[in-house]
C-alpha cells in the first residue's frame, strides 16, 4: 500500500485547512485510515482515525471539535477537515493505514502503512 498525503500549508491561526490521503497499489477495504502529527522537536502523536465502514470516528481531545475525519472509499481517499487551527496544531501530518473493518486504532504501533507526510504551519 502507498499512501500520499497532500493539502499541508500556511494559515493564520483561526484557519481551516483540509488534508487528503489517497491509498493505492492494493484493496483499500478492511482498513482504517488514520491521522498522526509531529511537531518540531516532539514525539509523533495520535490525531483521528476513521473505521473501514466509516462509522467509527475517534479524535484526541486537543483537536475534538475542531477536527473531523471522512473517507471516500470509491476515491480510496480519506480527508481530514481542520477548521479552528491553532499555532500548537503546526506540525508534519502524517496519514497511516491499519488492518481492520470496525477498529478505530489509536497507537503507532497498529498501523502498518504510512504516507510520507504533509506539513501545516499555523501562524499567530
Known amino acids: 500500500v502507498q499512501l500520499q498525503a497532500s493539502g499541508g500549508g500556511s494559515v493564520q491561526a483561526g484557519g481551516s485547512l483540509r488534508l487528503s490521503c489517497t491509498a493505492s497499489g492494493r484493496t483499500f477495504s478492511s482498513r482504517a485510515m488514520g491521522w498522526f502529527r509531529q511537531a518540531p522537536g516532539k514525539e509523533r502523536e495520535f490525531v483521528s482515525v476513521?473505521?473501514?465502514?466509516?462509522?467509527?470516528?475517534y479524535y484526541a481531545d486537543s483537536v475534538k471539535g475542531r477536527f473531523t475525519i471522512t473517507r471516500d472509499s470509491a476515491r480510496n481517499t480519506v480527508y481530514l477537515q481542520m477548521n479552528s487551527l491553532k499555532v500548537e496544531d503546526t506540525a508534519v501530518y502524517y496519514c497511516a493505514t491499519a488492518p481492520g473493518r470496525d477498529e478505530v486504532p489509536v497507537r503507532e504501533y497498529e498501523y502498518d502503512y504510512w504516507g510520507q507526510g504533509t506539513l501545516v504551519t499555523v501562524s499567530s
Open positions: 476513521i473505521s473501514w465502514t466509516g462509522g467509527s470516528t
